[in-house]
Nanobody, 118 residues
């Protein structure tokens, strides 16, 4: 069974940076389309960014475009999300997900909390 493990969350000030990582136990994230989602308190989960497993095709939500960068680190079998110029509205639990068995994101991590203070 594949388990996704996120790390790197924490507390940052507005304008600061954090780097999230997603590692798949037993598998490599680099073989699957991988995405980051987030869910803020009282809000629905929303898409943040994704990266194709084979080619460097990336997508970003408009709200993070130009501030966040998703990347694969194949030697370390992980996918990172570099978050710069953080804003209080970025406060949320961030989840990593992969397309393991279907054409949709069907395998999820437990999430990592990101809190941005003004």
């Amino acid at each position: 069974q594949v388990q996704l493990i996120e790390s790197g969350g924490g507390l940052a000030r507005s304008g600061g940076s954090l780097r999230l990582s997603c590692v798949a136990s037993g598998r490599t994230c680099s073989r699957y389309d991988t995405a980051w989602f987030r869910q803020a308190p009282g809000k629905e989960r929303e898409f943040v960014s994704s990266i194709h497993w084979n080619v460097e095709i990336t997508y970003y939500a408009d709200s993070v475009k130009g501030r966040f960068t998703i990347s694969r680190d194949d030697p370390k079998n992980k996918v990172d999300l570099q978050m710069n110029s953080l804003e209080p509205d970025d406060t949320a639990v961030y989840y990593c997900a992969i397309k393991l068995r279907t054409s949709d994101y069907d395998t999820w991590g437990q999430g990592t909390q990101v809190t941005v203070s003004a």
